[in-house]
């Protein structure tokens, strides 16, 4: 089952001349070279998020692959590149102090974590690019022992002492049935899968 769904902040350099997706879109548009945006590595949720977003509204933008979320928020700290897919726990601060302008959160709904940041799928409709945290099971565990796991999780996620853990990582309980669950990474393996494909994205340790 899945336990928890956290979503990441798109957000710039304070310099950048933009206050919100549809102006960093259309700042993308105006500059033939594109805008850059940094990611924690190749094949990263952080790099595949902005392929993504490049992708669903068409714009370009130029990877830059740091060894690190650290080292990617540093140089975007730094105004050395333009724009970040970043956990939100990492940025919040930055956000708040104005160091960083945060212009979306990439779950489909706001996040009471970021009340005040839009999703990006207001702008661009259908944009979803989150982490999640789930239990598996080896394949041949019986139905009745799943049944009774999932039972167990879904109470433990109700707790508050569960609830405070996944606040730190800018998350909330997220309980689906085992079924919903197995449809869930079928989908996603399916999403990412494609946009890998599309792109020519050679993974690390890939040929």
Known sequence: MIAAA???????RPTLPVNSTADLIRLAREKPE?????????GAASHLSGLLFASETGIKLLHVPYKGTGPAVTDLLGGRIDVMFAPGPVVQQFVASGQLKALGVTDTARSRFYPDIPPVSETVPGYESVGWFGLLAPPHTPPEIIKELNEV???????????????????EPK??????????INADVAKWSKLVKDNNVQLPGGK
């Open 34 to 42: 594109g805008l850059s945006f940094g990611s924690s590595g190749v």
């Open 175 to 184: 309980p689906q049935t085992p079924e919903d669950f197995g449809r869930y």
């Open 6 to 12: 956290p979503p990441y902040l798109l957000v710039v």
């Open 153 to 171: 999780i879904v109470a433990a996620t109700r707790t508050q002492e569960f609830r405070d853990s996944l606040a730190t990582l800018g998350a």
